[in-house]
């Protein structure tokens, strides 16, 4: 007689999900952050919304315009994609830097002007091909949105470069995190059982964190 087979063996459900929790973003952070962006977009904002109130443009479509970047630059700030990366030290460096540098150039008079004339020479140009040329409300809040996002473009641009600057030429932290063995990720007070946030990829281990661990950003 042949030995019955053994009975298959049922296989344990995992305890925690693969899925990573979302960031939460309390109301205390949207406000902080709407604050920011507030302080950030007026002082930007400052050299062209003067010469343009003194060419006779509309203030009310300014000031409008400048409160649709302030209300949209905070939305994108608040969601759980920003404040991952947010967490990577190269990346808050780099947008501190771009925002810093942007402020620290529209309070710089004259040079603020000089810095804002181009773009809003552009701006100009754009705005009277797509038909507006008086000076009114909706001509306003055109020539801000555009300005703005022209402005933003240039800021952004920038931004790489001193990301591109800092990946090369500043060597990892040393820290106290776990980094993910793909990506380098951070993955302290991460789930354990859970997958990388920025590469899908598996926890180092789920080993307690090395004092000399390097973490990239």
Do not use: K
């Not at 942007?102 to 040079?111: D, E, K, N, Q």
């Not at 993910?180 to 302290?188: L, M, S």
Request: with cysteine; aromatic share 8%.
């Amino acid at each position: 007689m042949t030995a019955p087979a053994p009975a298959p063996r049922s296989v344990p459900e995992p305890e925690h999900d693969d899925v990573v929790p979302e960031p939460s973003i309390g109301p205390v952070t949207v406000l902080r952050r709407l604050a920011i962006w507030t302080v950030t977009c007026t002082v930007s904002a400052g050299p062209g919304f003067a010469i343009a109130l003194s060419e006779g443009f509309d203030p009310a479509g300014m000031l409008v315009g400048i409160g649709l970047f302030i209300v949209g630059l905070t939305a994108i700030s608040c969601t759980s994609a920003f404040e991952r990366r947010l967490r990577r030290p190269f990346v808050r460096a780099t947008l501190y830097t771009g925002y810093g540098v942007r402020m620290a150039l529209s309070m710089a008079f004259p040079l603020a002007i000089f810095v804002d004339i181009w773009p809003g020479i552009v701006t100009m140009a754009v705005a009277e091909q797509m038909g507006f040329r008086q000076q009114g409300f909706a001509s306003a809040l055109v020539h801000t949105v555009i300005q703005g996002a022209l402005m933003n473009f240039i800021v952004g641009a920038f931004m790489v470069v001193v990301y591109l600057g800092l990946r090369q030429f500043v060597p990892p932290r040393r820290t106290r995190g776990i980094p993910c063995p793909t990506c380098g990720y951070d993955r302290r007070g991460s789930d354990p059982s859970s997958a990388c946030p920025e590469c899908g990829g598996p926890h180092p281990a789920s080993a307690p964190a090395s004092p000399g661990a390097i973490v990239f950003d």
